[in-house]
């Protein structure tokens, strides 16, 4: 189902709880409202449609990634960018690493670790800022 956009600064700001398998059921949301908003986003967490649990979905070339409870266990090369988001308005100075390694269980509740560079890395440590509380 498509879920509105969080745009309240004080909710986005808490950091989110750990993900269960209980909590499988809202990837359908996050594919649907990420879907929907294709044209202007390309990742989504889970506080961002008013779910304060630590799941995040990256648009990866062609393919929705969703994740819980990601983690990243690997970080290198360094650089500074300016990010849009969909629950903020304009874009924002930030840090981020070209490569990155990310732990996280995937749909069927199985451990993934995948490396990820360039656009795709700087989503997911975006998304993953969210989960953290962490607003550009």
Known sequence: ???SIIKDQQLLAKKATPATKADL???PDLIDTLNAHQAECVGMAANMIGITKN???ARIGTLN?????P???AKSCPYQTVEGCLSLQG?????RYKKITV????QAWQEQTISLTDFAAEIVQHEIDHCNGIII
């Open 25 to 27: 059921s809202i990837a």
């Open 71 to 73: 983690q990243i266990i």
């Open 103 to 106: 732990k996280f269980f995937n």
């Open 55 to 57: 799941i995040i979905i």
């Open 65 to 69: 990634i969703v994740m819980f409870n």
């Open 1 to 3: 189902m498509i879920k």
């Open 91 to 95: 874009k924002r100075p930030t840090k």
